[in-house]
């Protein structure tokens, strides 16, 4: 496949104003002061956009000083002041929302539509989280004696460090942020190197709608040597952190070993069971939509795609008539439908799925390789025929690649959706209201979406089980994270 076209038409990007990239530390945007700088890469283009200060050891210690220091005051606050300020920080990603999603666009690399889109999504995850902690409640559970009185408190953990990913650069870090400032916790964030934007945004948004200094603080740096500090120093009481299952571990593994709290949102291997009675037109359509969306770069990206056999030639048909009709080009212009990689690590990950298939007998239906030699494009790709145990259908992709397969029976495939040990999302299609059952009932996942995706809106929990992770965003659970129980009895 040729360089797309529009490529060229990137120049522009050279123009246009980035995030002036800095610390956010006891309320201060720092930078500069010979701290060590990394280049910040546009995906498109393969230029440098901007160099990104890291934390010195002494700004570590200073964030966490903060973040100690400000937890004091801030878990006395107000749950109508910290609300406040979550709502004001809604108002704000509204009308900021065209700024922060061009420069997601410029250092992640997806579509400005879809940049701009999870700006705007994230001020309704604001406007959740400020009616949420106004109903943080506890109980009261009747005595054994009259004269007894027992209550259960629900309090902030206190600091919490976190760790987010460069995929939804905005969104996995303002939930982290609103769900630690509205239960009145204090945090230090380390966001994504690769696409540091959105996070200097958000400190930004909470600075100008009153936020007290400490309360957060944004910090960049190598990320194993962050969070290794973090996670060791004595004021922190939890981690949380966005990513891969390999590193989930491995920072759990270290807060187990210091007993702090984590919530862990890891990587998925969705399966998707297309039975024989689904609407298989509708079901392709909106698949392949999903699929590529941010070049397949979700964690609950639908990822092995199970087509029960009566149906299975048509929906393979469908769906790569419906891909073969995205437009793969720089996300800054908005004639692109699937942006760039957003960092060139994930090409060579890409092409070992494809050549590991292509081995193992894999029909390549479109794509399988790099477009281009200038920024990270990939094709979007549809692999067909190929074994369980192809490397495509056991790892996470990550990337624009849909694996399909066929299956015969509902046992069959419920125990094949089963046999790894991710359980994030799931995607079932069928008109019958038995197989869907079944399906809710059997998949070990996190989330089911039947007919539609449904998942990841402020008001439903977001989250995963087996070695997808611990704990969930969003929904009345949000909370249930940066929150400790006491209890407390009374004599009179
Ligand atoms: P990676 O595992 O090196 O990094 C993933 C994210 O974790 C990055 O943001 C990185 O900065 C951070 N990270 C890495 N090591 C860390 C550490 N020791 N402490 C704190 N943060 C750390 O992988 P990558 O090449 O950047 O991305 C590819 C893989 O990451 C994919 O295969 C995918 O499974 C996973 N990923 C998952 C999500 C998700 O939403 N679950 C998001 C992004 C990436």
Redesign the pocket.
Same mark, same amino acid.
């Given at each position: 496949m040729n360089q797309p076209a529009s490529i060229e038409r990137n120049a522009v990007t050279k123009a246009i104003a980035y995030e002036d990239l800095c610390l956010y530390i006891d309320g201060e945007f720092v930078k500069d002061g010979g701290r060590r700088e990394q280049p910040v890469f546009n995906p498109a283009t393969g230029e440098v956009i901007a160099q990104l200060p890291h934390a010195s050891k002494t700004d570590l210690d200073r964030a966490l000083a903060a973040a100690s220091r400000a937890f004091k005051t801030w878990r006395q606050s107000s749950p109508l002041d910290r609300s406040r300020i979550l709502r004001r920080v809604a108002e704000l990603s509204r009308e900021r929302q065209q700024d922060i999603g061009r420069n997601i666009t410029l250092d992640m690399g997806k579509p400005i539509a879809e940049a701009i889109g999870e700006v705007v999504v994230c001020a309704d995850h604001c406007d959740w989280h400020a009616e949420e902690c106004r109903r943080i409640y506890g109980r009261v559970i009747l005595p054994r004696m009259p004269n007894v009185r027992q209550m259960v408190l629900r309090e902030p953990v206190g600091v919490c460090v976190a760790?987010?990913?460069?995929?939804?650069p905005y969104n996995?870090a303002i939930r982290k942020i609103a769900a630690a400032v509205g239960a009145g916790c204090t945090i230090v964030i380390?966001?994504?190197?690769?696409a540091p934007s959105a996070v200097v945004a958000i400190a930004r948004m909470f600075h100008d709608a009153g936020l007290p200094p400490g309360v957060l603080n944004v910090v960049w740096g190598v990320?194993?040597e962050?969070?290794?500090y973090l996670i060791k120093a004595p004021d922190v009481r939890k981690v949380s952190?966005?990513?891969?299952?390999?590193?989930g571990k491995?920072?759990a593994a270290l807060a187990g070993s210091h007993m702090k709290r984590i919530t862990m !949102?890891?990587?998925?291997h969705s399966p998707v069971i297309v039975f024989d009675d689904a609407d298989v037109d509708r079901a392709a359509r909106l698949l392949s939509n999903f699929k590529f969306r941010n070049a397949g770069?979700?964690?609950v990206s639908p990822t092995r795609f199970y087509v029960q056999s009566r149906v299975y030639d048509a929906f393979v048909a469908k769906f790569l008539d419906y891909t073969k009709t995205i437009k793969v080009g720089p996300g800054i212009d908005p004639e692109s439908s699937m942006g760039p990689l957003?960092?060139d690590?994930?090409l060579p990950?890409m092409e070992q799925f494809v050549e590991d298939a292509r081995k193992r007998g894999a029909t390549v239906e479109t794509g399988g390789e790099r477009i281009g030699t200038v920024g990270n494009f990939f094709a979007p790709t549809v692999l067909t025929n190929l074994p369980d145990d192809a490397m495509v259908m056991t790892? !996470?992709?990550?990337g624009p690649i849909a694996p399909m397969t066929r299956f015969e029976t509902i046992d069959e495939v419920l125990a094949r959706a089963n046999s790894l040990p991710y359980g994030?999302s799931s995607y079932v299609f069928t008109t019958s209201t038995k197989n869907a059952l079944a399906a809710q009932n059997g998949i070990e996942a996190g989330m089911v979406n039947v007919n539609h995706f449904g998942q990841a809106l402020p008001e439903t929990p977001f989250g995963g089980i087996k070695d997808s992770g611990i704990g969930s965003e969003g929904g009345s659970e949000t909370f249930d994270g940066y929150l400790v129980t006491k209890f407390v009895t009374q004599m009179d």
């Open positions: 760790f987010t990913p460069w995929n939804f996995q380390k966001g994504p190197e690769d990320p194993h962050v969070s290794e952190f966005t990513g891969s299952v390999p590193i491995q920072l !949102e890891l990587g998925g770069q979700v964690c957003a960092h690590r994930r990950a790892s !996470e992709p990550f994030l």
